[in-house]
């Protein structure tokens, strides 16, 4: 079969021999595997990366003297089953999957380890446990794209955002605009979106928020919600002006004030902030700006070392969440969601290409001027991006 090898850091098509299933594994004909931040990251960092993950219990991450097949956002149809499989997906059903396999007590990461060859291929090995045929007929453009949409989901599952609430949404890359979509379908009240590209903002828009922001002529925590509270003389003043007035009522203030913290009423209103930039200083600069008892969910993955100053975060009581992956039952759910019209992920998509035009595609991926999310169809012919379907 055809394949797209990821070798120091060069991407090139190779003919490799046909996978062949383990234990209660599939082979999938790949029709659609998206290119990811994570593999644009790991082909040039892949050595970083995998001394994080060794140190943490994962020592089989790629590494940048392997040869490793990338992609892990994969959709195809079920071309075969291996020994022990229940059969309960026919051959030719249309199917995405979480993309992890086991190998003997060893669990691997599909696309991203050498045990593991990914979705920038013809076919591909993948667990049946973890395979989920496609609902509603639902388009394979679209259905492409559960595994990043189930990492936006998951995000916004740890921010928990009310809809009341505002939310900010730092850098409109497909991570970032699938954030976006996400707290979209929830009824998220105000989205705030801050991007340096113009085209980035133009899909921030298509995919739901409500105000977007070039970070270089206005702070996206200014929305107008006087609510939030920007310096430490606000919630200290409120705290005073507070117990002067409980103070006039027949009974000690500190009952009213615990009655009222049991409903809620005195949780200080600060928005949910997503980073999805990922650069050095991104964190101090969000820690700087952001509004005092803000949540702010890390979702952009930071290559490099970085500082930043926890005396502001603790000052500020920020509360600072770091996310990775999702949940089986969140990526069913958002497979589902997908399905069912209630997410929209539709405005990420500006493109499909070949095998052969992928090396082509990580640089124009690259430019925040270029594509947000571009799709691999190992059927396609040349090197040119073409439009989504």
Request: charge should be negative.
């Amino acid at each position: 079969m055809r394949a797209v090898v990821c070798h120091h850091h060069e991407l090139t098509v190779a003919e490799l021999p046909d996978p062949v299933p383990g234990q209660e594994q599939l082979v999938l004909e790949v029709q659609r595997c998206g290119i990811c931040g994570s593999d644009l990251h790991s082909r040039l960092h892949a050595d970083d990366l995998a001394d994080v993950l060794a140190e943490i219990g994962y020592p089989d991450y790629m590494r940048v003297d392997d040869a490793v097949v990338l992609g892990h956002e994969i959709y195809g149809v079920v071309a075969e089953h291996g020994p022990g499989t229940r059969r309960k997906l026919a051959v030719g059903t249309p199917v995405v999957t979480l993309p992890l396999v086991r190998h003997g007590g060893e669990v691997h990461a599909v696309g991203l380890s050498a045990k593991a060859p990914g979705g920038y291929a013809e076919r591909v090995v993948v667990q049946e446990a973890l395979t989920l045929a496609v609902p509603n007929g639902l388009a394979p453009d679209l259905a492409a794209l559960t595994e990043p949409m189930a990492v936006a989901w998951h995000a916004v599952n740890r921010g928990r955002p009310r809809r009341g609430d505002v939310a900010v949404v730092l850098g409109c890359g497909p991570v970032g605009l699938a954030v976006i979509s996400v707290l979209k379908s929830r009824g998220i009240r105000t989205i705030v979106a801050s991007d340096l590209s113009p085209l980035r903002r133009q899909l921030a828009v298509k995919c739901g928020a409500d105000l977007v922001v070039d970070p270089r002529e206005a702070s996206p925590f200014d929305n107008g919600d006087r609510r939030h509270f920007t310096t430490m003389q606000g919630p200290i003043t409120a705290a005073m002006d507070a117990v002067d007035g409980l103070s006039r009522l027949p009974v000690p203030w500190w009952h009213t004030w615990r009655l009222l913290d049991k409903a809620g009423i005195t949780a200080p209103k600060a928005p949910v902030v997503f980073e999805c930039v990922g650069v050095p200083g991104m964190l101090e600069r969000v820690l700087a700006d952001t509004p005092l008892h803000s949540k702010v969910v890390v979702v952009g993955v930071c290559m490099g070392t970085d500082q930043w100053r926890p005396a502001m975060a603790i000052n500020k009581e920020i509360d600072l969440r770091f996310v990775v992956g999702y949940t089986p039952l969140e990526f069913r759910d958002t497979l589902h969601a997908l399905a069912e019209g209630h997410l929209d992920a539709s405005p990420l998509l500006t493109g499909r290409v070949g095998l052969a035009g992928v090396s082509a595609a990580f640089a124009e991926l690259a430019d925040p001027q270029g594509h947000a999310k571009v799709l691999i169809d190992p059927r396609l012919p040349g090197q040119a991006i073409s439009a989504p379907e």
